[in-house]
């Protein structure tokens, strides 16, 4: 497989994927050219992850079961996994995105930043938190199927057994961007794992994600998903908290622009 270097790209100190021969942004040509450059980048946001924010790329193979590590999936996690009271997960769409991407195209036409699950994944180390992000859409290779990550779903409930189900959490925070938050529904929880709290009436809602474009919601929802994340929610602090994770998505913005074609990428905080 190509990498990025070996097919003339780079990404600049902005996360703008550039060439190398002239420093231009990206400029389609050929279906065929675009996936082979579509999987270099996989494996360069592969490699970010464990480079830039310091997460280990571990085979989805559980305690006692033998094969070959090419025979299994694999997800990435933080090092503090067994430590930390507080976990946030984060799980991509459908297609051809693999872990650490919310959309391929965000990656290659805009940049890192937003195309990226990495500013979620910092973000949550620094408060001290583990971190585990999927990788539901690898499941096989053209000759075999991968164990325990047939389908998105036996993936999702696989890594759940083995990061969360008897662990001393606190709290498991989940970010399912699209598809993702079907995997998680129909993941199976054992009796050993954490169940996902049920909300009396009135304690589940929908709020704008800052954009009408798809693929950019997680991207500019970020931080009214923390604010609703770092506040320990209780009957009295609902609405309030709601409202103010509100606040952040739409604070500063004009009307035009919140319905804009071409939403402005957020800068991750320092």
């Known amino acids: 497989?190509?990498?990025?270097?070996?097919?003339?790209?780079?990404?600049?100190?902005?996360?703008?994927?550039?060439?190398?021969?002239?420093n231009e942004k990206f400029k389609f040509t050929t279906q065929e050219a675009y996936e082979t450059l579509g999987e270099a980048v996989d494996e360069e946001v592969f490699n970010l992850l464990e480079t830039r924010c310091g997460l280990e790329r571990k085979v989805l193979k559980p305690a006692g079961i033998e094969g070959d590590d090419e025979d299994f999936s694999f997800y990435?996690?933080?090092k503090n996994l067994k430590t930390a009271e507080t976990m946030l997960i984060l799980m991509h769409g459908s297609g051809v995105v693999r872990a650490g991407q919310w959309a391929r195209r965000l990656i290659i036409n805009e940049n890192l930043e937003c195309g990226t699950q990495i500013p979620y994944v910092e973000r949550a180390l620094k408060l001290g938190w583990a971190v585990v992000v999927m990788n539901t859409n690898a499941n096989g290779t053209d000759q075999q199927?991968?164990?325990?990550?047939?389908?998105?779903?036996?993936?999702?409930?696989?890594?759940?057994?083995?990061c969360v189900?008897?662990?001393?959490?606190?709290?498991?925070?989940?970010?399912?961007?699209?598809?993702?938050?079907?995997?998680?529904?129909?993941?199976?929880?054992?009796?050993?794992?954490?169940?996902?709290?049920?909300?009396?009436?009135?304690?589940?809602?929908?709020?704008f994600a800052g954009t009408k474009i798809h693929e950019w919601?997680?991207?500019?929802?970020?931080?009214?998903?923390?604010?609703?994340?770092?506040t320990e929610l209780n009957?009295?602090?609902?609405?309030?908290?709601v409202n103010e994770a509100k606040?952040?998505?739409?604070?500063?913005?004009?009307?035009?622009?919140?319905?804009?074609?071409?939403?402005?990428?957020?800068?991750m905080k320092q």
């Open 1 to 22: 497989m190509s990498n990025l270097a070996d097919l003339g790209y780079f990404f600049d100190d902005q996360g703008v994927l550039r060439t190398k021969e002239d």
């Open 217 to 230: 919601s997680s991207h500019m929802a970020i931080d009214a998903v923390f604010k609703i994340f770092e």
């Open 145 to 162: 199927e991968f164990k325990f990550s047939r389908t998105p779903e036996e993936h999702a409930e696989m890594v759940f057994k083995m």
């Open 76 to 78: 990435f996690a933080s």
């Open 165 to 207: 189900g008897g662990a001393k959490l606190k709290s498991v925070y989940v970010v399912a961007h699209s598809r993702g938050g079907y995997d998680l529904s129909a993941a199976k929880y054992s009796s050993s794992e954490y169940e996902v709290h049920e909300y009396q009436a009135g304690r589940v809602t929908d709020l």
């Open 235 to 241: 009957e009295s602090n609902f609405v309030e908290t």
């Open 247 to 267: 606040y952040l998505v739409l604070h500063g913005k004009e009307k035009e622009e919140v319905e804009s074609d071409e939403p402005s990428v957020k800068k």
